[in-house]
């Protein structure tokens, strides 16, 4: 009953299912989510630092548009999302700004302009890095030239 054979055989059934649920279970782990899209639900680094839960509002170029629930709304890089946004190519829309320009910029849903230098321009956004090193993305429109005396 309990033969040599019969153990060997046992063990290689064992061993055999032990490998396909071992597989299986890497392979779970290891398949990538589809990319996300406008509508998709996501998760976003906040311009505070926070994450933030909503869902995809809109797409531009590399940046895409999340919303949340309580009429939050930050832009940030569609590949910097969870799970990441499939980036279009970069719309020709000017700027207006070059790397590197002296600006005043709102901060998240502040009124107030801050000053800060354009770090990268993507069609009509912009990428400002304030004096006080925090950063974020822009629409153009909404960004000012420097000027000394301004508030």
Request: net charge positive; hydrophobic share 35%; proline share 7%.
């Amino acid at each position: 009953m309990n033969s040599p054979n019969r153990r060997h055989a046992m063990a290689r059934i064992l061993t055999m299912h032990i490998l396909i649920c071992a597989t299986a279970v890497f392979t779970a782990c290891n398949r990538k989510s589809p990319p996300s899209s406008v509508g998709s639900e996501v998760e976003a680094i906040a311009d505070n630092g926070s994450i933030i839960r909503g869902h995809i509002a809109e797409q531009y170029g590399k940046l895409a548009r999340v919303d949340t629930e309580d009429s939050y709304s930050i832009w940030t890089k569609a590949t910097d999302l969870e799970p990441p946004a499939t980036p279009f190519p970069t719309p020709q829309d000017p700027c207006g700004f070059a790397v590197n320009a002296r600006v005043r910029a709102p901060w998240a849903r502040a009124e107030k302009m801050y000053a800060g230098r354009i770090a990268e321009v993507h069609g009509k956004f912009a990428f400002v890095r304030f004096d006080d090193g925090d950063t974020t993305w822009r629409p153009c429109d909404t960004i000012r030239e420097y000027q000394r005396n301004a508030n």
